[in-house]
């Protein structure tokens, strides 16, 4: 075969091509078929289930608020109803934490197939995270939301305003920090601690102060944080990401790329296919 390919090598070449032709027909029914059932399944979807904690102080009026332009309009309402002036950046923050906080029920919000069927199947059957959402703006369609999506939406809204924020990581965690007049302060929108110290303690302020920590969660809907409090509020493992940087940048872009394949893929499939076979004449 080898001698053959290295006599004619035009044909061996032209067999490839047909070969790699064929195969990405082959693999364009699939897609279609995906991108069909997408849109079949959009029509006949269920409304999703509330299922919120007791202890958790979800409004579920406020799902109408569906993206950032409304949430910032909403949260910018409230604001001017209780007279909040716009030098303020602490009180704004809090509102807005308030809100997110009431916004969306603790959970992890994923593509559902009638979204992204690829990210769908891909969070099913070869990694959760590739199907949970990190666009802002498809989590607010949702009503729940994980402790980094949540997150993700409140630093979105800050950042609509100028303020500066930054990702705190931690084991078991995901929270955020607000810098307020040149100091920063914890903000946790998923997990509803309540802190009663004005203004807000950093991460390191509160590493610093577990009992106040303690009271502090011992509020929150999460009972089980408790237990984990001395591993995530560890001066070691926290981890702090660079100022306003977005916290899921790789997984946006996989998302994006899916959400167009999960719709255009059985197209660009065909046209490499029917390219490969015209060259291939």
């Not at 690829?118 to 666009?135: E, F």
């Amino acid at each position: 075969m080898n001698i053959i390919c290295f006599k004619k090598p035009y044909f061996c070449a032209m067999k490839f091509r047909r070969i790699l032709a064929f195969t990405f027909l082959i693999f364009s029914f699939p897609f279609l078929v995906g991108t069909i059932l997408q849109i079949g399944s959009s029509f006949f979807q269920k409304e999703e289930q509330i299922r919120p904690h007791p202890r958790e102080n979800f409004d579920p009026t406020l799902i109408r608020i569906n993206n950032l332009n409304k949430l910032s309009e909403f949260v910018d309402s409230i604001a001017e109803l209780h007279l909040v002036h716009p030098d303020s950046i602490l009180n704004y923050v809090e509102i807005a934490d308030s809100i997110v906080r009431m916004r969306f029920y603790h959970g992890f919000q994923n593509y559902k197939f009638s979204e992204n069927f690829i990210a769908n199947l891909s969070g099913k059957h070869i990694w959760r995270d590739i199907g949970a959402k990190v666009n802002p703006e498809h989590i607010l369609e949702g009503r729940k939301a994980f402790c980094s999506q949540s997150s993700i939406v409140f630093q979105a809204l800050l950042h609509k305003k100028g303020i500066k924020t930054r990702s705190v990581r931690m084991p078991n965690h995901f929270a955020t920090e607000v810098l307020i007049n040149g100091k920063w302060g914890y903000f946790d929108v998923s997990l509803k601690p309540v802190f009663k110290n004005n203004p807000r303690m950093s991460t390191n302020d509160l590493i610093n102060n577990p009992d106040y920590l303690k009271d502090a969660y011992i509020f929150s809907f999460s009972e089980n944080f408790l237990d984990k409090l001395e591993t995530n509020f560890n001066i070691e493992h926290v981890r702090f990401d660079k100022i306003n940087a977005f916290p899921a940048r790789k997984m946006l872009f996989i998302h994006r790329v899916t959400r167009f394949l999960s719709y255009f893929g059985w197209i660009l499939l065909l046209g490499f296919s029917a390219f490969l076979f015209r060259i291939g004449e």
